[in-house]
């Protein structure tokens, strides 16, 4: 045992309700957060339309520093030392990026864990975004403002979460409510987000996006700052406090099946993350965007996207309510089964959008909705409920790490989804979404087999809490 003493918790106020019944420092760190994920997906709409329409063709890429020993490094990795065309490699960056978004907050939590202490490391955090946001206005800094939005990401996103469960008691019950308004702005923003940033870059010039992105996210940083003393204060972690329960040979069975379910969730999320890479630059030419004659902007797919996935978060949380009324409620490897197959027929939407339009005209938009309503009610089965089975099934001594390790499987993903990308130019549309969609399916008939096989392991309550 340490004799290190425990520091003091920060001052928690039950009374403070001054912001929507919560306390102050949530509606700081909910703009906060908001502005940030402004800037960060206003700057993800734009980066594959803005490599393949400018940054990678000559006069420009010949001006990125350091772009040689990237592009060697990614031929070398995704394409067996062969060039590649414009579109494959914008693709495989935007699956670097993609990918790495999700490793760094293990990084930022470990410097704020070991190192500057939560606040400072947010600070750090919005700094290189910010700095990051900025830099993408010069080709010459292409590379230095991706690592700067990718360390910058990491600092802010996962500590910024983390803080507001600092802001109650453990008592305090709140906190569940606390975090679906804390995601209510996020999801605002992630609409809002491409209206704003893709109008400016697509219709005045690709820097006034980015540029606006910047400013978002210097908002974010003012918000925060200016709230700082409404908020916990950084605490010391304190070393060597007890002893932890060594893991039962069950717990050790149920984190195996856990981190074999990765691979086949990532499969099975190929469909939506490749929304931000080969969807925006195929739909534009094979659908048409023109409405009471005005063609709307290819970075509106993504706010379109967002809006139709709220609205299916919402219809789906609305569903299981009602249908737990009268049935019995499925459990989460059902939910995510079931999910996983709406996705995959979501893509044959797509293949159908190729098909309509081998022609040469356009396939109608129907076939587009089509394809976000399907896809997004199957990644409201998906995504959150894994996230529920993960927190549910895994050994309480290992939670936190289980957590982090379950992100992994969208870095996974996104890596696999800037591979995939590059074969839009070279495969037909049909056989390109008809591939999606037999990844999808056949990750959906693994979870199935993991149902028969490990449900025990997976609902060894038959659906009921796990008991610490």
Excluded at 16 to 30: C, E, M, S, T, W
Excluded at 82 to 107: C, D, K, N, R
Excluded at 402 to 421: D, E, N, Q, T, W
Aim: glycine letters at 12%; proline letters at 5%.
């Amino acid at each position: 045992m340490s004799t290190t003493p425990v520091p003091p918790a920060p001052d928690l106020n039950p009374n403070d309700r001054a912001f929507l019944g919560h306390p102050k420092g949530l509606g700081y760190i909910a703009f906060a957060e908001a502005w940030e994920r402004f800037s960060y997906y206003g700057m993800q709409t734009l980066l594959a339309l803005y490599m393949t329409k400018q940054l990678l063709l000559p006069g420009h890429v010949e001006k990125i520093a350091g772009f040689g020993w990237f592009r060697e490094l990614l031929e070398k990795y995704q394409n067996g030392g062969e060039t590649m065309s414009v579109v494959a490699l914008s693709s495989a960056i935007v699956g670097f990026y993609t990918g790495s978004v999700y490793l760094t907050p293990i990084l930022g939590g470990f410097i704020a864990d070991h190192w500057l202490g939560r606040t400072k490391t947010i600070i750090l955090g919005a700094l290189l975004m910010t700095v990051g946001h900025f830099l993408m206005a010069f080709d010459v800094s292409f590379l230095a403002a991706i690592f700067c939005l990718l360390i910058g990401v990491g600092c802010f996103k996962g500590n910024l979460a983390s803080q507001v469960g600092e802001l109650y008691a453990p008592s305090d019950l709140r906190r569940a409510d606390a975090f679906q308004i804390y995601y209510l702005f996020i999801n605002a923003a992630v609409i809002i987000s491409p209206f704003v940033t893709g109008t400016l870059g697509e219709k005045v010039a690709w820097h006034w996006g980015f540029g606006a992105a910047g400013v978002g996210m210097v908002f974010g940083l003012i918000i925060y700052l200016a709230g700082r003393k409404h908020l916990p204060a950084s605490q010391p972690v304190p070393r060597g406090a007890a002893e932890k329960t060594p893991l039962t040979g069950a717990e050790w069975k149920s984190i195996c099946v856990l981190l074999l379910l990765l691979p086949v969730l990532a499969i099975g999320a190929v469909g939506n993350q490749e929304i931000f890479n080969a969807y925006m630059l195929w739909v534009p030419d094979h659908v048409s965007l023109v409405f009471f004659g005005w063609t709307i902007p290819t970075t509106w797919l993504v706010g379109i996207d967002a809006a139709v996935s709220v609205s299916a978060l919402l219809g789906v949380v609305s569903f299981w309510r009602y249908w737990i009324k009268h049935h019995k409620e499925p459990n989460e490897v059902t939910k995510i089964t079931l999910g996983l197959f709406l996705s995959a027929l979501g893509q044959v939407c797509l293949a159908g959008a190729a098909h309509a339009s081998a022609g040469g005209a356009k396939a109608g938009f129907g076939w587009v909705l089509g394809f976000e309503v399907l896809n997004s009610i199957g990644f409201a089965n998906v995504f959150p409920v894994g996230l529920a089975m993960y927190v549910r099934v895994s050994p309480k001594a290992v939670a936190g790490l289980i957590m982090g390790i379950y992100y992994l499987h969208l870095s996974a993903c996104s890596y696999l989804v800037g591979k995939l990308g590059g074969y839009v130019e070279t495969m037909s549309g049909v056989n390109f979404w008809l591939m999606h969609a037999g990844l999808i399916a056949t990750a959906a008939v693994i979870m199935l087999i993991a149902s028969k096989t490990a449900g025990r392991l997976l609902d060894p309550q038959g659906g009921k809490p796990v008991a610490a």
